[in-house]
C-alpha cells in the first residue's frame, strides 16, 4: 500500500505505521516513531531500541523476509489463540484431530456448494439423514479423497469421524468467517472445558493428607491395590469439624492415581519392590568405580548362543534328500540319516576385566560345565599371543593377568568344588552374586548383548535373540559355520574393538 509516510525525508513504498510489528529474523520490533532517518523500533524480546532505514524496511517487505503485524491482525491473534487454548496452526494439533478438521472442513466446502446450486440450508433441513449422506458424498467429491471420514486412534485403530448436527456445522461455518478463515478453530476443544489456572479446584490441607495416607499404603512390599487401599483408608480416615463446615469432600481415586503416575519411578519400585530389588533395576546408572587397575575385579559369566553351528561346515540342503524335502516343505528339518550332519548350538564362556572391559579368555562348549570356565580362567592368565598367530588378528589381545576378585552368578558352572578350589589356591577372592539379577555383574552380561546384536546377527545361522524372533528365516538350515569358524570370529572380536575393525572384516 502505497503511502506518504510523515516526517521522514523520502517516500516509503509500504504503509508502516506507529504501533506495527515487524518480524526479521525471528525478533519482532515495534515501531514506535517516525524520524527523517526511517523508523524508530523497540526489540519485544530484549527491549533494545535502533532506527531503520526506510530502504531496508521497504527491501525486506518486498522480498518477504520480514512480516508487518497490524494492531488489528495482533489483536486477532490473541483472540484466536484465546478461542483455541494456544494453537493457531494446523500442525501443532495431533493426527487424529487433523484429519477431523480436514472431515469438517470438507462438510463447510459442501454446504457452500449446495448453497451455489440454490439450496437453502437450514439447521433443520441438516438434520435430516438424506441431507448428511449428500454432504458426505459432496464432501468426498470436492476433495477427492475417499477416506476423507477415516482416521486411526492412538492405537493405530480405524474409526469414522461422524458428521455433525445441523447446528454444530452451522456455528462450525460462522467460526471459520469470523477467526479468517483459520481451520484451526474447527478442532474439538475438549482441553479448554473445566477451569483453569487460578480458577480450577485446589486440594485443600485436609485432601492432601489423605492423598499422602494412601500413597503412604499403596508403596508397601505387598503391593496392594490403589482401589483397595483406598477403601481401606477412607473408612478410618478422621475429618475435623472445620472441614465438614467447609464441605469437605475425600479426593477421587482418579485424583490418587494421577498423584502415583506423577511419583518418580525409583520411589514407586523401592517402595513396593524393596530396595535391594529397586537397586538391581536401577543400578546401570550408577557412578560408582567398580575397578581402577587391571586385573583387580573380574566378571565370568555364559551364555548359549543364539546361532546353529554344522561341524561340516556345510548347508543342510546339500545333505538334505529330496523325500525328506518332501516330508518337511516348510522347514526341510527332519531325523537325521546316516551319513547327514546335526546343527548344534554351543556355549560361551568369558572372563572379563571391569576396569579396562577388555576381554581375558572365552571358550566354546556344548554344556555350561566347570570345565570350560577353567579354560576361560586359565587363558586369562595365560599369554595369547598363540591365538593371535592362528587367527591372523590384527589387534594384540589382552595380555596375561592375575586376578584379585572374581564375580560370577549363582551357576554350577562356577559354583563347584574344581573351580573355586583352583581360585583359593591362586589367592583370588569369590564372590558369587545373585541370579537373573543382570546389575550385580552388568559388565559381562551387557557385553553378550553387544555380542549378539553386533556379531552374530550378521552370521549365517542366527536365530534370533529369543524364541520366534525371526519368524521368516530357517536358522537350522541355513548354519554354514563351523565351531572353529565361529571360536576364529569370537577371538577376532575379542582382540579388537568395533569402531576400528567393521563386523564384515571379523567373518
Known amino acids: 500500500m502505497p503511502d506518504q509516510v510523515r516526517g521522514m525525508s523520502r517516500r516509503s513504498i509500504y504503509n508502516v505505521q506507529v504501533g506495527y510489528d515487524l518480524i526479521i529474523d525471528a525478533r519482532t520490533w515495534r515501531v514506535e ?31 518477504g523476509t520480514c512480516s508487518v503485524i497490524t494492531p488489528v491482525m495482533a489483536q486477532g491473534r490473541k483472540q484466536l489463540l484465546a478461542f483455541t487454548g494456544g494453537y493457531d496452526r494446523l500442525p501443532q494439533l495431533p493426527p487424529k484431530e487433523q484429519a477431523a478438521i480436514r472431515a469438517r472442513l470438507g462438510l463447510i466446502k459442501a454446504m457452500e456448494s449446495l448453497e451455489h446450486d440454490g439450496h437453502k440450508l437450514t439447521q433443520r433441513l441438516l438434520d435430516k439423514p438424506e441431507i448428511s449422506r449428500l454432504l458426505r458424498r459432496t464432501a468426498i467429491e470436492l476433495t477427492g479423497d475417499k477416506k476423507l471420514f477415516l482416521s486411526v486412534d492412538g492405537s493405530g485403530n480405524p474409526f469414522e469421524i461422524a458428521i455433525p448436527k445441523g447446528r454444530t456445522l452451522q456455528k462450525y461455518r460462522s467460526l471459520l468467517t469470523r477467526y479468517n478463515c483459520n481451520p484451526v478453530v474447527l478442532m474439538s476443544r475438549d482441553h479448554m472445558k473445566g477451569p483453569r489456572g487460578d480458577m480450577a479446584r485446589k486440594i485443600c490441607e485436609a485432601g492432601e493428607r489423605f492423598i499422602r495416607a494412601v500413597v503412604n499404603c499403596f508403596l508397601h512390599t505387598s503391593q496392594p491395590k490403589a482401589a483397595v487401599v483406598y477403601r481401606s483408608v477412607a473408612g478410618g480416615f478422621d475429618i475435623t469439624e ?48 567398580r575397578s581402577v587397575s587391571f586385573g583387580e575385579y573380574v566378571e565370568t559369566d555364559q551364555c548359549y548362543l543364539s546361532i546353529f553351528v554344522d561341524e561340516t561346515g556345510t548347508r543342510r540342503s546339500e545333505f538334505w534328500k529330496e523325500e525328506d524335502q518332501q516330508k518337511f516343505p516348510n522347514s526341510g528339518i527332519g531325523e537325521p540319516r546316516k551319513g547327514e550332519r546335526q546343527v548344534c548350538r554351543y556355549w560361551l564362556s568369558l572372563v572379563i576385566d571391569v576396569a579396562t572391559r577388555m576381554l581375558l579368555g572365552w571358550q566354546l562348549s556344548e554344556t555350561a560345565t566347570g570345565e570350560a570356565t577353567m579354560y576361560a580362567l586359565r587363558m586369562a ?86 524364541p520366534n524372533a525371526l519368524p521368516g528365516a530357517d536358522p537350522m538350515k541355513d548354519a554354514s559355520l563351523s565351531r572353529d569358524n565361529l571360536y576364529e570370529i569370537v577371538t577376532k572380536f575379542s582382540s579388537t574393538t568395533i569402531r576400528r575393525a567393521p563386523i564384515a572384516a571379523l567373518a
Open 242 to 289: 472445620e472441614d465438614v463446615v467447609a464441605g469437605f469432600k475425600l479426593p477421587s481415586l482418579t485424583t490418587v492415581r494421577t498423584r502415583i503416575r506423577e511419583m518418580s519411578s525409583v520411589a514407586v519400585a523401592v517402595g513396593r519392590l524393596g530396595q535391594r530389588e529397586a537397586a538391581n533395576r536401577f543400578k546401570s546408572g550408577t557412578t560408582a568405580i
Open 381 to 466: 592368565m595365560r599369554s595369547k599371543e598363540r591365538e593371535k598367530l592362528l587367527f591372523g588378528c590384527q589387534n594384540d589381545p589382552a595380555p596375561a593377568v592375575g586376578f584379585t576378585e572374581l564375580r560370577s552368578d549363582n551357576g554350577t558352572a562356577v559354583r563347584n568344588q574344581a573351580v573355586l578350589g583352583g581360585l583359593a589356591g591362586l589367592g583370588a577372592m569369590t564372590r558369587i552374586v545373585r541370579a537373573y539379577a543382570g546389575g550385580d555383574k552388568p559388565y559381562v552380561e551387557r557385553l553378550f548383548g553387544t555380542l549378539d546384536i553386533q556379531l552374530l546377527n550378521c552370521l549365517s545361522g542366527y536365530a534370533g535373540s529369543k
Open 33 to 63: 516513531g517516525l524520524s527523517d532517518e526511517g523508523f524508530d523500533v523497540k526489540c519485544l524480546q530484549d527491549g533494545t531500541y535502533t532506527c531503520l532505514a526506510p530502504d531496508y524496511v521497504d527491501g525486506i517487505i518486498a522480498d
